[in-house]
């Protein structure tokens, strides 16, 4: 038998008659003579209703604290799950993140899997049981429960089916595949049939929200195949593979856009490059990430992260001001990031000037984040965001009806 990994979002299982529908997508599956993993996220808006709650009980929650209170939203749903399908005839077990064999760090909210014991599940699927496992969260090595941060879901679908050798991974979502943009927004963005993993890494690093870009680094460390559908329809959805049949004459294979964004400034500072090395090491301890600016004036260093990251990075580099050597910090709020994603973007030097050209033309106020091979991202308000991607994506021809046939047929 093949071990098939399928994961379900939050949409997907947001109604208890939701659950039963996904259910039959597992029971699907299973009929076909697969083994099955079924990994599932929190019920719709379970995690936000959880976050309000605690926020209510203290300005600043305790992480470790946060951690305990979120897993309970994934530990809802499977064990839903695992009571449809055992309603539908089908033997099932739910498991959490720790009964999973789920290890990771210790960066509560943020944490990052370790290594994963394959002995639980492969015991349960010996015994022909569907094994549903909680998404997004793991334990310490101190036994206390984490989480693994936005997408964490789509990460441990991967990572499973990476430690289990399975034959692909499916990712069930509210869209039917990845898209040259995203279709809620930008009216003519072109689904895309298939995608190689760095593709898909480029596209989910930069604000693709479809998949997580540490999902699609396990799976392309271990070769797992991954298909991005709809858990509505039963269209084909997009193949995340190692080739692809995209064309090489065209470089920009999407537009993607991230909303609350805020950058810090550090001002006065003596040497620049120095300093940027250092934030780079502080902020992955905390396995946080951002985008530094470009064309700044030699005492100024600003960066680009989400706004909930902002506490804990003011927190770490006033610990170290005295190795940074700054004299102020600045914050702008209300930011938001878009970026033009492609193959080799270095060798098109024009992608870049074009971009400016087109965000100019259109009125918005932008700065550009650092040189990246693969992209070319413009910080803008946020009020702007919507539009500064609606005019990429027409101005490099991605809603031409020439394009949009070769996206579908990728």
Request: proline share 3%.
């Amino acid at each position: 038998m093949s071990i098939i990994v399928q994961k379900f979002g939050g949409t997907s299982v947001g109604s208890a008659s939701n659950i039963k529908r996904m259910a039959s997508r597992v029971i699907e599956e299973k009929n076909r003579g697969n083994d099955v993993v079924a990994v599932v996220s929190a019920m719709g808006d379970t995690t936000d209703t959880l976050t309000t709650l605690a926020k209510d009980m203290s300005s600043q929650p305790a992480k470790r604290e946060m951690d305990m209170l979120l897993s309970t939203g994934e530990q809802v749903t499977i064990a839903l799950l695992a009571m449809a399908l055992q309603e539908k005839g089908a033997a099932a077990i739910s498991f959490t993140g720790g009964q999973a064999g789920i290890l990771t760090d210790s960066v509560h909210g943020n944490a990052k899997i370790k290594r994963i014991d394959p002995e639980p599940i492969m015991k349960e699927l010996g015994k022909g049981k569907v094994v549903v496992v909680a998404g997004f969260q793991g334990v310490t090595e101190e036994g206390c429960i984490s989480t693994l941060g936005r997408g964490g879901s789509d990460t441990t679908a991967a990572a499973l089916a990476a430690r289990l050798g399975a034959e692909r991974c499916d990712i069930f979502t509210d869209v039917d595949g990845v898209y040259t943009s995203d279709p809620r927004y930008i009216k003519n963005a072109a689904k895309i049939s298939s995608l190689t993993f760095d593709d898909m890494l480029n596209l989910a690093a930069r604000g693709a929200g479809v998949l997580h870009p540490r999902s699609v680094k396990h799976a392309k460390k271990y070769g797992i195949p991954m298909v991005v559908r709809s858990s509505l329809t039963k269209e084909k959805g997009t193949f995340i593979n190692v080739s692809s049949k995209r064309s090489d004459r065209y470089p920009v294979i999407g537009i993607v856009f991230q909303q609350d964004r805020t950058s810090i400034a550090l001002c006065g500072m003596p040497e620049c490059k120095e300093a940027k090395s250092a934030i780079t090491s502080l902020l992955q301890t905390r396995n946080i990430e951002c985008d530094f600016f470009k064309e700044l004036p030699g005492s100024e260093l600003m960066f680009l992260l989400h706004q909930n990251d902002v506490n804990d990075v003011l927190e770490l580099i006033q610990d170290k001001k005295d190795q940074l050597k700054f004299d102020q910090v600045t914050t702008q709020v209300d930011l938001a990031k878009v970026a033009v994603i492609g193959s080799n973007i270095r060798t098109h030097p024009v992608i870049q000037g074009k971009a400016a050209k087109v965000l100019t033309g259109g009125g918005i106020e932008y700065r550009l984040a650092e040189d990246s091979p693969v992209s070319v991202t413009a910080v803008v308000k946020r009020c702007d965001m919507h539009n500064a991607a609606e005019l990429l994506h027409t101005a490099f021809g991605l809603d031409i009806p020439e394009m949009r046939k070769i996206a579908a047929i990728r």
